[in-house]
């Protein structure tokens, strides 16, 4: 099935899976629209995406976290594209730490986003998506939030509860109002979202285990979301379980 002509919010995009996926989208012909805090950032990536002249690019910085950021978001979609086809929920953030070092600020700012930006881009297209009785909501969980880990217990809660909300979601609005609802649980993935591990603890055991592996790279995972979106509507890919082949677990 193609995409072309549809119309695809993906939070995150500054960097990252965000930035691979609206990259490869809009060269399948979508119109992709751009959220993330880093307005430089989404603009940069804008012309990326106006050289390849195929889909067409809307940038509207936002804060996953601001329920009206995110309404203002859906709004400025509809005036210029109509309707919202699909929400990637990509916004995340990851400071592993150990639980016995406290850093409690982290853990709220995890759940913050990880947990609430989700539901709050869910609440944001939803009434829109149930009048056109169509639509594709795709989460990025994590191989996490199967598979615990020390220093990673909350980092893990917060993928979790997303693979979960998923499910839900696709349970009650797939059958009646035909929105697919997907969650994508990548492993190990080459991104920023180390880069904000403060505890040196996690830095010095767990991070040095990644280095001696081959990770999977953001366009592995746009490739696993392009292939949810291009489904026919009579198929639902719950989820997407997706490892780098040498990571164990």
Not at 110 to 129: E, F, H, I
Not at 199 to 211: G, P, T, Y
Not at 231 to 242: C, G, H, L, T, V
Request: aromatic share 4%.
């Amino acid at each position: 099935m193609s995409i072309e002509g549809k119309t695809i919010i993906i939070t995150g995009a500054s960097s990252g899976i965000g930035e691979a996926t609206a990259l490869k989208l809009s060269k399948e012909g979508a119109n992709v629209v751009l959220t993330a805090r880093r307005e430089d950032k989404l603009n940069e990536l804008k012309a990326k995406i106006d050289e390849q002249k195929a889909g067409k690019a809307l940038v509207v910085p936002g804060d996953v976290t601001n329920k009206k950021d995110l309404e203002n978001l859906v709004d400025k979609t509809k005036k210029e594209f109509e309707n919202v086809d699909g929400l990637i929920n990509n916004a995340g953030l990851m400071p592993l730490s150990y639980v016995k070092n406290l850093h409690t600020e982290e853990w709220d700012k995890m759940v913050d986003v990880n947990v609430k930006g989700v539901m709050n881009g869910v609440a944001a297209v939803l009434p829109t998506m149930m009048d056109q009785k169509s639509g594709n909501i795709i989460n990025i969980s994590s191989s996490a939030g199967r598979k615990i880990y020390p220093g990673g217990a909350v980092y893990c809660a917060t993928k979790a509860a997303v693979k979960m909300f998923s499910e839900g979601l696709r349970q009650e609005l797939a059958p009646k109002y035909n929105i697919n609802v997907t969650s994508i649980e990548p492993g190990f993935v080459e991104t920023e979202l180390t880069q904000s591990i403060t505890d040196d603890e996690i830095k010095e055991s767990l991070l040095s285990n990644f280095e001696e592996m081959t990770p999977l790279q953001a366009e592995d995972i746009a490739e696993s979301i392009y292939y949810t979106l291009a489904q026919p509507k009579r198929a639902n890919i719950n989820d997407i379980y997706i490892m780098p082949t040498e990571q164990e677990q």
